[in-house]
T-cell receptor, first 111, second 115 residues
């Protein structure tokens, strides 16, 4: 069966520090991978999605970036965090036309 | 462009009663899929139900059913016999043929089940 791992679960980082969130999927190959951000009490904002290694589509221009160095690995990064980057970050995967399967999320607080 | 609208920020329902959560969508494609997810306070996203645009029958999964009205572009979630554990945020989501790889979500509806 397929599983998705996302870490860390919580993170507190100062403004201006770098960020690296990692997501890996097991039990499937060539998945579509997604990063979403959710502000407190709000909906999910699509940040990036990827249909293959090295293929990244960015939905919202900001100081975040994403990379997919391996088929089942998706990384969200920032060189310098802003206060507005605080939120709940969710990684998800899907096969073509199937529902998204989410990781447990990372709660990021930028201080 | 894709768009999902959920006009009910918050809803209350008595335990054991049925409740309908509204979702309208906008797409120019004829081929698309609609999803509903539940997010409890723990934050996990739980897939509930899926409806394809070409499905002739409304989707059902246990106590969940989807009232799909294609001409009106609505895909309302019906929860029957509400339970206290149904209290959560509910999100409607869509992917269409033009952007099969992109899934967008509505703003969500907060459901509270009253004992």
């Amino acid at each position: 069966s397929q599983t998705i791992h996302q870490w860390p679960a919580t993170l507190v980082q100062p403004v201006g520090s770098p960020l690296s969130l990692e997501c890996t999927v097991e039990g499937t190959s060539n998945p579509n991978l997604y990063w979403y951000r959710q502000a407190a009490g709000r909906g999910l904002q699509l940040l990036f999605y990827s249909v293959g290694i090295g293929q990244i589509s960015s939905e919202v221009p900001q100081n975040l970036s994403a990379s997919r160095p391996q088929d089942r690995q998706f990384i969200l990064s920032s060189k310098k965090l802003l206060l507005s980057d605080s939120g709940f970050y969710l990684c998800a995967w899907s096969a073509l036309l199937t529902p998204l399967h989410f990781g447990n999320g990372t709660r990021l607080t930028v201080t | 462009a894709q768009k999902i609208t959920q006009t009910q920020p918050g809803m209350f329902v008595q335990e054991k009663e049925a409740v309908t959560l509204d979702c309208t969508y906008d797409t120019s494609d004829q081929s698309y899929g609609l999803f509903w997810y539940k997010q409890p306070s723990s934050g996990e996203m739980i897939f509930l139900i899926y409806q394809g645009s070409y499905d002739e029958q409304n989707a059902t999964e246990g106590r969940y059913s989807l009232n799909f009205q294609k001409a009106r572009k609505s895909a309302n979630l019906v929860i029957s016999a509400s339970q206290l554990g149904d209290s959560a945020m509910y999100f409607c989501a869509m992917r269409d043929k033009t952007s099969y790889d992109k899934v967008i979500f509505g703003p969500g509806t907060s459901l509270s089940v009253i004992p």
